[in-house]
């Protein structure tokens, strides 16, 4: 830049020129090329400068010269030299422009240097927030406020071997990162987010112990003993023992699903970190339990879910606690078994009949809530009717038919024929339509008689099958 020391004296003797001239790298002759005294300083100055111009006017400088030797040479000195003919106001006015020069010069050696000290430095291991800036197929550009770009390689995004770039960053994403490797030569910054969220996700895990805190994963990888989860790039291992699978069942359904886990064992020194899925699972049924518990009564009505059946009833899930619907509470017919009726999954709306609270137990209802065949057969069917049966079941004593869902009437063997027969299964058989006559209705009992032999014609006797 050009020096503080610019020599701008004029003289009217040569030998305070040649002593201006010696002084400086660029020396300047101010005046008239037809003037005598003008030409002899010109001369004197040029054989003690090299850089000697000779110049009527300030619009004569060579400015871009002049900036470049300034920025070439930081203490550049400028020398000018005038005739004593030469107006005061041209010697002024050159001086001046020289001056602008060197204002604007350091103008901009201020502004390059605040510029510089904005620009952050960054080392190797350090952990810095940037923004995306572009993203392509091998890696993505991040802006840290630094002289150099800075990369993060695609492979080092996340440790999820199944996750997409474009779930991961989005140009104007705000990002954490680790610095992995700067190269100054090639101005470039290598970066790792995978990195950067594992110490953050480690340091997550290491007070996660102590503060029960509950984290959401999903499922990256099954293994025969269990299922990994990455939290914030931390592995975190889930025994099958604490997965919500039934013993000796597989694992691979749970691949891709999210979980709530815990961390029940941090080893940060051996990198062994153990989650539980099943302590959250144990946790959160608890306090359903004790929700349900606290305001359960006996006639309330819940909406439940069929968890499992036996030969004697179903257990029904009322939101945390599970109660049990006898079979004979399934419906208003007999039936075998609960399958006939539900099956595992359904969901259904149960009452409360019963309840223990010492024992934990629950009685449910069910049949109550669904129409009643009894009533629909008082008012659709009297004594005396013909009806459609079908036969369901056959007994040695008579068979079974169904009047109406739910209601099964019994033709008793004496009531299937005109003539005496051994067993039912030689007029009748399952799943045979027959028509029948309604003998009895005994709603009080929920009983029906039928009758075929009712509807049929008396057997014609001859003389000879008399005697």
């Known amino acids: 830049?050009?020096?503080?020391?610019?020599?701008?004296?004029?003289?009217?003797?040569?030998?305070?020129?040649?002593?201006?001239?010696?002084?400086?790298?660029m020396v300047f002759?101010?005046?008239?090329?037809?003037?005598?005294?003008?030409?002899?300083?010109?001369?004197?100055?040029?054989?003690?400068?090299?850089?000697?111009?000779?110049?009527?006017?300030?619009?004569?400088?060579?400015?871009?010269?002049?900036?470049?030797?300034?920025?070439?040479?930081?203490?550049?000195?400028?020398?000018?030299?005038a005739g004593a003919?030469?107006?005061?106001?041209?010697?002024?006015?050159?001086?001046?422009?020289m001056?602008?020069?060197?204002?604007?010069?350091?103008?901009?050696?201020?502004?390059?240097?605040?510029?510089?000290?904005?620009?952050?430095?960054?080392?190797?291991?350090?952990?810095?927030?940037?923004?995306?800036i572009g993203i392509t197929p091998t890696e993505v550009q991040v802006n840290l406020g630094t002289k150099q770009a800075a990369y993060i390689p695609v492979s080092e995004l996340t440790s999820d071997p199944n996750a997409k770039v474009?779930?991961?960053?989005?140009?104007?994403?705000?990002?954490?990162?680790?610095?992995?490797?700067?190269?100054?030569?090639?101005?470039?910054?290598?970066?790792?987010?995978?990195?950067?969220?594992?110490?953050?996700?480690?340091?997550?895990?290491?007070?996660a112990v102590e503060e029960d805190t509950i984290f959401e994963g999903k499922v990256a990888e099954t293994l025969e003993r269990g299922v990994v989860i990455y939290h914030n790039g931390v592995r975190v291992f889930i025994p099958a023992s604490h997965c919500p699978v039934a013993r000796d069942a597989s694992l691979a359904d749970m691949a891709g699903k999210t979980f709530r886990f815990k961390i029940i064992q941090f080893d940060k020194r051996k990198n062994k970190i153990i989650g539980s899925i099943r302590n959250v699972l144990r946790e959160e049924r608890k306090a359903a339990e004790e929700a349900v518990w606290a305001d359960i009564a006996?006639?309330?009505?819940?909406?439940?879910?069929?968890?499992?059946?036996?030969?004697?009833?179903?257990?029904?899930?009322?939101?945390?606690?599970?109660g049990m619907v006898h079979i004979s509470e399934l419906a208003w017919g007999k039936i075998?078994?609960?399958?006939?009726?539900?099956?595992?999954?359904?969901?259904?709306?149960?009452?409360?009949?019963?309840?223990?609270?010492?024992?934990?137990?629950?009685?449910?209802?069910?049949k109550d809530l669904i129409e009643n065949p009894w009533e629909k057969l008082k008012n659709t069917y009297k004594v005396g009717d013909t009806v459609k049966a079908t036969v369901v079941r056959l007994v040695p004593f008579g068979a079974f038919a169904e009047v109406i869902p739910g209601v099964d009437g019994l033709i008793h063997i004496s009531q299937i024929a005109n003539k005496r027969i051994e067993h039912p299964s030689s007029e009748l058989s399952?799943?045979?339509?027959?028509?029948?006559?309604?003998?009895?209705?005994?709603?009080?009992?929920?009983?029906?008689?039928?009758?075929?032999?009712?509807?049929?014609?008396?057997?014609?006797?001859?003389?000879?099958?008399?005697?």
């Open 430 to 467: 399952v799943g045979q339509e027959v028509d029948a006559k309604i003998l009895d209705i005994d709603l009080e009992n929920m009983k029906v008689s039928l009758s075929i032999r009712a509807l049929l014609e008396p057997e014609v006797v001859t003389e000879g099958e008399k005697e």
């Open 1 to 25: 830049m050009i020096s503080d020391t610019i020599c701008n004296a004029t003289s009217e003797r040569q030998t305070e020129a040649a002593d201006i001239a010696s002084q400086a790298d």
């Open 336 to 366: 075998k078994h609960p399958a006939n009726v539900v099956k595992v999954g359904d969901e259904i709306e149960v009452y409360v009949k019963e309840l223990d609270p010492e024992k934990k137990r629950i009685s449910l209802g069910y």
């Open 166 to 207: 474009e779930d991961i960053v989005k140009v104007g994403d705000e990002v954490e990162v680790f610095v992995t490797r700067v190269n100054d030569a090639d101005g470039v910054i290598t970066l790792s987010k995978r990195k950067a969220d594992a110490i953050k996700g480690l340091e997550e895990l290491g007070k």
């Open 99 to 132: 001056e602008e020069i060197k204002n604007e010069l350091e103008s901009e050696k201020s502004f390059a240097e605040a510029l510089e000290e904005s620009l952050i430095t960054l080392n190797t291991g350090d952990r810095v927030r940037g923004t995306v």
């Open 298 to 322: 006996v006639d309330k009505r819940y909406k439940g879910k069929v968890k499992s059946l036996t030969s004697y009833g179903a257990f029904v899930d009322i939101g945390g606690v599970d």
């Open 85 to 97: 003919s030469t107006p005061a106001y041209i010697i002024k006015e050159a001086i001046y422009k």
């Open 29 to 81: 002759v101010v005046g008239s090329r037809g003037s005598s005294n003008t030409k002899k300083l010109y001369e004197v100055c040029g054989g003690l400068c090299t850089e000697t111009y000779l110049i009527e006017n300030a619009s004569e400088l060579p400015l871009g010269h002049i900036k470049n030797a300034a920025i070439k040479k930081s203490d550049l000195v400028i020398g000018v030299c």
